[in-house]
């Protein structure tokens, strides 16, 4: 067994005797003016990037900041970054430069940058010399030495940039600060080592390392206590979960013990992977009380040819085959995917391949992506496809998934289904919104004390995207 990634418990006492050192400073500060500074966090990117977010979050709470919502009135803003697509990173860099007029009328205003689009040694070198009104940046190897650093850079008042960090570590029991009271995202895994030729994560997280199966336990016991409803087990490939490390479990058997624990609560994963998926794992949530018939398996492409280019390590029949199994074991499963349009050398050919998938496996919903070149990554060195072709098969994509999403969304009317309420609908004030089980949004006329609690619908239409129906 190997813990040797795991941070020792003095490492973890060193942050935190740096977020005693600016709690004191903070109180100071708030005594002295009678106003408390403020810290925004922005986020760009998926789920494991807001899980981060909510631990530098609560890390600026214990030292002593509270948390604002508008940039506007904050004295520490932390942009934390993605990189899986240009667009990502152009994104979090115009956010940064408006960041930039803050600072002018605010010039004590510390902005920190952190996060994969910074774990790039080129994107560091960027801020360095494009963005001189950043304070201090590093990447999620460094995530727990956020304190540290901040303490550093507010020390020395230079800038500050963290050298090469190559140190991926799993560090336990840092502050969270959570979004939501009733959903939550627990690590369980961080890093990837799969290397599928188009992805920067493995380079911007490091290799795949796993939390002990006690310590998660714990912290969902925890939720559950506090009374979360809903919540998500993350990693890059969760299917992988332990095997890093040599611990004598593996995922199904963490899900087997999560599962114990009692409540009225969802529990959910993501991401899969193919090549990992196994019938074990499906067993475990076909019997279990708690896990939520509803699966994320990312196909990226239905021809094998393009998936052998991506190392995805499965090919079409595979895929087919976990999800033939899965459908009988959880005839109600929920069946999501991600797919990638226009990788380097795709054919119309290969592209046909991917939409006949689509009409073969009936996907619930896509997140369907263009490709996007990443530096570093062997895809980006291949022979690209224009982006008009790109686009126009990706156009393609979501109208023959429109269909299918609205068809398999139709097959729900008239059922009644258990809703997560998540309060008055973003989009339609007059509708609240929520989840289902299998994480589909669905729109009702609610209550002001629905939100956070479990509501029961019968679904009276559908579109491709979600379901309305009536409380009762
Ligand atoms: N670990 C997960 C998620 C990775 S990122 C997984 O293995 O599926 C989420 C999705 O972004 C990927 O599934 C992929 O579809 C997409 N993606 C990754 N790199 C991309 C790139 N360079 N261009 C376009 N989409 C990409
Ligand atoms: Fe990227 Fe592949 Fe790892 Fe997912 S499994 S994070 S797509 S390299
Ligand atoms: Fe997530 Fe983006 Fe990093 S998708 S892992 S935040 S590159």
Known sequence: ?????????????????????????????????????????????????????????????????????????????????????????????????????????????????????????????????????????????????????????????????????????????????????????????????????????????????????????????????????????????????????????????????????????????????????DRKLIDVMADSGHIAHQFHLPMQSGSDRILSLMNRKYDTAKYLDIVDYMRKKMPDVTLTSDIIVGFPGETEEDFEGTMRMLETVRFDMLYSFIYSPRKGTPAAEMEQVPQAVKSQRFERLLELQGRIGKEKNDLLVGKTLRVLCDGVSKNNSELYSGRTEGNKIAFFEGDVEDAGKFVNITVKRADAFALYGEKI
């Open 1 to 277: 067994m190997n813990k040797k990634h795991i941070l020792s418990p003095e490492e973890i006492l060193a942050q935190k005797t740096y977020i005693e050192q600016m709690r004191r400073e903070n109180d100071a500060y708030a005594a002295q003016t009678g106003k408390r500074r403020g810290a925004f966090v922005m986020t760009f990117g998926c789920q494991q990037n807001e899980a981060d977010s909510e631990k530098i979050a609560g890390m600026a709470k214990s030292m002593g900041y509270s948390l604002v919502t508008d940039p506007e009135c904050a004295d520490l803003i932390m942009v934390n970054t993605c990189a899986i697509r240009e667009h990502a990173e152009q994104k979090a860099l115009s956010i940064i430069v408006k960041y930039k007029h803050i600072k002018a009328k605010n010039p004590d205003l510390v902005i920190g940058v952190c996060g994969c689009m910074v774990a790039q040694e080129h994107r560091k070198n960027d801020i360095k010399f494009r963005y001189p009104y950043v304070d201090f940046v590093f990447g999620t190897a460094s995530l727990h030495r956020f304190p540290q650093l901040l303490c550093q850079k507010l020390e020395k008042g230079k800038r500050l940039y963290c050298p090469e960090e190559t140190e991926y570590t799993v560090a336990e029991d840092l502050p969270i600060h959570r979004e939501s009271d009733y959903r939550a995202w627990v690590s369980i895994m961080y890093g990837c080592n799969n290397f599928c030729s188009y992805c920067i994560v493995p380079y911007v997280r490091g290799r795949e390392r796993s939390r002990e199966m006690h310590k998660i336990v714990e912290e969902v016991q925890g939720l559950v206590r506090d009374g979360y409803k809903d919540i998500t087990l993350l990693g890059q490939n969760v299917n992988s979960y332990a095997k890093d490390s040599g611990f004598p479990y593996d995922f199904a058997d963490l899900l087997r013990e999560l599962d114990k624990i009692e409540g009225d609560y969802v529990l959910r994963f993501m991401t899969s992977h193919p090549k990992d998926a």
